[in-house]
């Protein structure tokens, strides 16, 4: 099956390009930005070598029902999604920070959890707590983004002292963070889910806060089952979820962690085509919609490129 795993692109207005993990962003007239959602995947920092067919339809679908869905509580910069791949939307000036907000303790928090650490990002952890045990209330872990390697965990403190956002500008996006976070649980327990925790990117334009990137996503989302989930607690047994973590565990159990001296196993068509159906399944569970394959029989870089050409003359 086809997939989009690169993009080269020479839209009408082009200024810059961005090739991110799995986003290429493109900028025109230093005004909008063009994000083509690839089909490409990444865990522990790096790509995997083969793309996941849907996937990035998957990814900028869901990002945009919930932009439009949450557009009361916060600006957002989503203008049109002229392709099933694609948004267009206001370049804004990015923070280096990504607003991490967590409801369950699991993935990477209990990891360093079970090895004693009981303050993240400079909250206070309980003791005796459990695997996918919820928090008393949601906790928000930022992180700083990097260019290259993993992102660090910091504290809201460290962020306002370092100067990497200003007090008025955090304030901002931890209401909005905390605002978005709820309005995501109502809308995922409508649907028989639960919304364990996400990330937001945020970024400043003509003086204001604006929410930019995706949401909501099983890229930047942890997604479990609530039918069960009591339960499963209680047994001490693994939540059923929806969420790149699935992708994540399998690479660790093939010894894969993107440490020093570890190899990429295979990623077999097999395996592949397995992940893009997980993808349309937290599709279809989350939106409550079926999953209308767009079509790839045909160039898929071809196919973007006109739509976005197209959309982007409607403008002049």
């Known amino acids: 099956m ?24 493109y900028t025109i007239d230093d005004n909008l930005m063009v994000m083509v959602a ?4 990444s865990a522990f920092d790096v790509i995997l070598p ?50 991490i907000i967590r409801s369950i303790l699991t993935g990477s928090a209990w990891r360093a959890y079970k090895e004693g650490c009981r303050e993240l990002c400079g909250v206070k952890l309980p003791d005796g707590m459990v695997e996918n045990q919820r928090f008393p209330e949601p906790i928000i872990t930022p992180t700083t983004k990097a260019d290259e390697g993993h ?33 995501g649980q109502e809308i ?23 929410l930019i990137d995706e949401i909501h996503t099983p890229d930047s989302s942890r997604y479990f089952y609530a039918d069960g989930y009591e339960e499963k607690l209680a047994a001490g047994e693994p ?10 565990q399998w690479l660790i159990e093939h010894g ?9 196993p295979e990623i077999t068509d097999a395996y592949a085509e397995s992940v893009s159906e997980r993808y349309i399944e937290l599709y279809e569970h989350i939106t409550g919609e079926p999953f209308v394959k767009s079509d790839i029989d045909g160039d898929l870089a071809t196919r973007i490129e006109q739509n976005v050409n197209d959309y982007l003359a409607t403008l002049k």
């Open 50 to 99: 083969k793309g996941i067919p849907y996937k990035g339809q998957v990814l900028n679908q869901i990002a945009a029902k919930f932009l439009d869905a949450t557009s009361d509580i916060c600006p957002n910069w989503k203008l049109a999604t002229p392709d099933p791949m694609v948004t267009v939307g206001l370049k804004c000036e990015g923070f280096r920070v990504e607003m």
């Open 151 to 183: 992102d660090m965990n910091i504290s809201r403190e460290e962020i306002i002292a370092q100067g990497i956002v200003s007090a008025d500008d955090y304030a901002v996006m931890e209401g909005y963070t905390r605002k978005l976070f709820e309005r």
């Open 256 to 264: 894969f962690m993107n440490e020093p001296g570890q190899k990429m």
């Open 239 to 248: 939540q059923r979820q929806l969420s790149k973590e699935f992708v994540r």
């Open 2 to 25: 086809k997939s989009l795993t690169k993009t080269a692109f020479e839209f009408a207005g082009q200024t810059s390009v961005y090739h991110g993990k799995v986003r290429d962003v």
């Open 188 to 210: 995922a327990a409508r649907h028989g889910l639960i919304l364990v925790d996400t990330k937001y990117e945020f970024g400043k334009r003509d003086g204001k806060v604006y």
């Open 38 to 41: 690839t089909d490409r995947i």
